[in-house]
């Protein structure tokens, strides 16, 4: 771990400043130490030796106290900088690398982890930069000039003591160094081991309707024991490094004083040092060792966040995929084309799509159809840009969507996924998602089109726990009507649906898809008869289809 890693400061521009008020401030702090000490030399010594009365020593007493408030208010000023400094960056980082994910595509961030070390690092991960910024950073500013500082007019005073404090200074880094390597490998160990444990733990609960319906469940919960224990044996060897640190500084830094004042008080004894300057340095040694012992404290404070920070800025460094800068007007529904496009997901021998043309007409709903796998839903990723394909290209309109702004063209997009995701909050709330600008009328309209039968100011909970499936599935819906896009793009939008509301539905939502570009993913035969057009997959492998007229609508079949 790096105490000072330049990619966090060129992320984020608070960091910077932050870094800035640190070093004012250490400078600061150093010389307020070196003032308050020479206060309390002199009035201690010209007491001792000259009767110094109460009158004249409070001049003295008052700068000493002067600075100890002054240091107070920099520490106070530090804290709330840090603070400050500290959520801003991690927002920063958070949006930084949401938009970066969304931007890598949807089958990169798939093949490179799991949902679960993703969310870890983002949330736990960066909330331990509080330790980072609102102590290890201020606390390395001063273990740097504090020490030089003071080590300097030790030296002026006693030149015997600067240079005990001078050889034995450098100790405490060299120690520093060798521990922190050691601890670093089980900083490491203790993440990683906490990315798997919360990795597997959220996959589980995904899944924990079907590990009970087969069974599974008991053995499962052996391998989270096993990961939890894994977990806490890396804590474990964590802590010890962090105590053998602290023991060690401790101990350097002890020593160190000592030989200061033991060399100190032989001289007085014997006449060969003034005893304002031996107090001067005596009092000034330990505050040469201290903000160094309280740097190594800080240091296990910092790791886990750097250690977050560093992997998403390892995530940030990585290239994306070209995307360009053309907006297209947005006057009427595009045409879209996919021109002999071939997907391969990783791990996987047989490509999801391949060498497959389609076209999708504006102002027509066509039903993309076929056998699980087929590569359906990872159609629609390509019209989103969510993913990019291995070989051929999507255009918009005749433009290739590679050369477009990708941020413009989804915002021309409403989406229906599989899975909608559903915020705490009331459905009108999530409703709103869509377009957040709409009045309540608008989004009654919306709701009353997608035969919603939730009242608007009730609590959808946490991903939408307090509704039922079919329920979550029309909100999406009635979120993507909302939207009033020019593209709309429904993936199994009927799924849970009994066949009367399932019929009732796309008679309501018939209206509000006339005019655009509308891609409906199903299995559902009534689904299929509500498109104009129907574009059948064969499954991995599919070609260019070849269109065949079928009644009202027309079929193609990508075999």
Same mark, same amino acid.
């Given at each position: ?25 250490? /400078? ?9 000490? =020479?206060?309390?030399?002199? *009035? ?7 009767? #110094? ?10 700068? %000493? ?12 000023? =530090? !804290? ?19 938009? $970066? ?11 490179? +982890? ?146 200061? @004042? ?14 304002? !300057? ?21 240091? $296990? ?31 009427? %529904? ?17 490509? @999801? ?8 007409? &504006? ?38 969507? %590679? ?18 995701? /559903? ?12 377009? &957040?600008?709409?009045? +309540? ?33 029309? #909100? ?10 020019? *593209? ?15 019929? +009732? ?6 209206? %509000?898809?006339? =005019? ?12 299929? =008869?509500?498109?104009?057009? *129907? ?25």
């Amino acid at each position: 771990m790096r105490p000072v890693d330049p990619r966090l400061f060129r992320q984020a521009g608070a960091a910077r400043r932050f870094l800035a008020v640190c070093v004012v401030a250490g /400078i600061a702090d150093a010389v307020l130490i070196v003032v308050q000490a =020479g206060a309390l030399a002199t *009035v201690v010594a010209d007491g001792f030796l000259h009767g #110094l009365t109460v009158s004249a020593a409070t001049p003295y007493l008052l700068v %000493a106290a002067a600075a100890v408030g002054g240091r107070s208010v920099l520490t106070w000023v =530090g !804290e709330s900088a840090a603070a400050a400094t500290s959520a801003a960056v991690k927002s920063t980082l958070r949006r930084a690398l949401l938009d $970066h994910e969304i931007a890598a595509g949807a089958r990169r961030v798939a093949a490179r +982890d799991r949902h679960g070390e993703s969310a870890l690092t983002a949330t736990r991960g960066l909330d331990a930069l509080d330790g980072y910024f609102a102590r290890y950073l201020p606390q390395l500013v001063l273990a740097t000039v504090v020490p030089l500082v003071v080590a300097v007019r030790i030296l002026a005073a006693d030149r015997l003591s600067g240079v005990i404090v001078a050889v034995t200074v450098p100790l405490i880094p060299v120690f520093m160094i060798l521990v922190g390597m050691a601890s670093k490998s089980a900083m490491d160990r203790q993440w990683s081991a906490l990315q798997r444990l919360s990795g597997h733990f959220l996959e589980l609960l995904t899944g924990l309707t079907t590990l009970k319906a087969f069974g599974r469940g008991r053995a499962q919960s052996e391998v989270v024991r096993r990961a939890a224990d894994a977990q806490r044996r890396t804590t474990m060897a964590t802590l010890r490094w962090a105590f053998l640190s602290a023991l060690v500084l401790e101990l350097i830094a002890t020593l160190s004083v000592a030989l200061v @004042a033991v060399s100190i008080g032989l001289r007085l004894v014997g006449g060969g040092l003034g005893l304002r !300057e031996g107090l001067l340095a005596l009092i000034l040694a330990p505050e040469v060792y201290l903000p160094l012992r309280r740097l190594g404290a800080r240091y $296990h404070d910092a790791a886990e966040g750097l250690s977050a920070a560093d992997v998403i800025l390892s995530r940030l460094a990585e290239p994306l995929p070209p995307s360009g800068d053309r907006v297209l007007p947005d006057a009427s %529904a595009p045409r879209i084309r996919l021109e002999g496009v071939t997907v391969r997901h990783p791990g996987r021998a047989e490509p @999801a799509v391949d060498d497959l043309t389609v076209e999708f007409a &504006p102002g027509r709903i066509t039903a993309l159809t076929g056998p699980s796998g087929a590569g359906k839903s990872t159609l629609l990723h390509l019209i989103l840009g969510l993913a990019a394909p291995d070989a051929g290209r999507v255009t918009v309109d005749g433009h290739d969507l %590679a050369g477009l702004d990708l941020e413009a063209w989804r915002a021309r997009i409403a989406w229906v996924p599989q899975r909608p995701f /559903i915020v705490a909050g009331s459905v009108a709330d999530n409703i709103c998602l869509g377009r &957040p600008d709409a009045d +309540d009328d608008a989004v009654r309209a919306a709701a009353d089109a997608a035969r919603l039968d939730v009242p608007l100011d009730r609590q959808a909970g946490s991903r939408g726990s307090a509704l039922s499936g079919g329920q979550i599935r029309r #909100l999406a819906i009635a979120r993507a009507l909302l939207r009033d896009a020019l *593209v709309v793009l429904f993936d199994e939008p009927t799924e849970g649906l009994d066949m009367a509301t399932e019929e +009732d539905l796309l008679a309501a939502i018939a209206p %509000a898809l006339s =005019g655009r570009t509308c891609v409906v993913v199903t299995h559902r035969d009534a689904v299929s =008869g509500f498109c104009e057009s *129907v574009v059948r997959l064969a499954g991995a492998g599919a070609g260019a289809g070849v269109g065949t007229e079928v009644g009202p609508s027309m079929v193609e079949t990508a075999a």
